[in-house]
């Protein structure tokens, strides 16, 4: 990816804006409602281990005349403080993994076939024609401390699609829409009820939790959150009713 391809992408994921609703049979019992065609399996990209094994977003201080040794202590600190663990997934289509980082070792990146979940998501690099560099620019480290990210793919735009919720308020955005918050509700919900009959129950809550604010905010309409839910809960084979009254 060029460098003005690089910005564009920023632009216009800015805010998590996610796509247009495409078709999709997720949603066949309500034909008014948007689709999307989206699913919760990454593709396949290349690695570049070697550029991000050489990256850091300090090196740029070489530009401005830095000391090696400033540059060697505050990226063995973003290491240590927002570079714990590493996502690998192609955001923007071209064939290459880009890095997502995180402050702690993710444990939903994809598990027993459900949606890619990361809990302490720190930053995001693309990896353009120049190397790794940072999704928002300007930006070196902690951007989205305070926040967790659901990712899945679109099959029509051929990139990521990131769902961010913002701890603090429970604010969600992101997606595709009444369509997009559909399917992020659905899948988010089966997932759940799938870790609750396996007894997984700390990893139910950490599912039910990023969709929670769709309930009970009325951000997604009372009689569609709960025909998801009573839907997800017949499928998997659960006496559980809707929590939230209207």
């Known amino acids: 990816m060029s460098r003005t391809q690089a910005l564009a992408f920023v632009c216009a994921l800015a805010v998590f804006g996610g796509y247009a609703a495409k078709a999709s049979s997720e949603s066949s019992n309500?034909?008014?409602?948007?689709?999307?065609?989206?699913?919760?399996?990454?593709?396949?990209c290349k690695r570049d281990m070697l550029g991000w094994q050489t990256f850091s977003p300090w090196n740029r201080l070489r530009q401005k005349g830095d000391a090696e040794s400033t540059i060697t202590r505050l990226?063995?600190?973003w290491r240590k403080d927002d570079a714990v663990d590493v996502t690998w997934v192609d955001i923007d289509g071209d064939g290459w993994c880009d890095?997502?980082?995180?402050?702690?070792?993710?444990?939903?990146?994809?598990?027993?076939?459900?949606?890619?979940?990361?809990?302490?998501?720190r930053g995001i690099y693309l990896r353009t024609e120049h190397g790794f560099e940072p999704f928002k620019v300007g930006m070196d480290t902690s951007e989205y401390d305070g926040s967790s990210f659901t990712i899945y793919w679109d099959n029509v735009s051929k990139s990521a699609v990131i769902y961010k919720r913002i701890w603090?308020?429970?604010?969600?955005?992101?997606g595709g829409g009444d369509?997009?918050?559909?399917?992020?509700?659905?899948?988010?919900?089966?997932?759940?009820?799938?870790?609750?009959k396996a007894n997984r129950d700390r990893e139910a809550f950490d599912?039910?939790?990023?969709?929670?604010?769709f309930f009970y905010t009325h951000q997604m309409p009372h009689e569609v959150a709960k025909r998801i839910w009573n839907e997800e809960a017949e499928r998997a084979g659960v006496d559980e009713a809707f929590p939230y009254l209207n």
């Open 30 to 44: 309500s034909p008014s409602t948007p689709t999307v065609d989206w699913t919760i399996d990454m593709p396949a």
């Open 75 to 77: 990226t063995a600190q």
């Open 99 to 121: 890095v997502i980082t995180s402050a702690h070792m993710e444990m939903f990146k994809n598990p027993h076939r459900m949606p890619v979940l990361l809990k302490f998501p």
């Open 168 to 174: 603090q308020g429970n604010l969600v955005g992101g």
């Open 179 to 196: 369509g997009g918050d559909e399917f992020h509700v659905r899948h988010m919900l089966r997932a759940m009820f799938a870790a609750q």
């Open 207 to 213: 599912y039910f939790t990023e969709v929670d604010p």
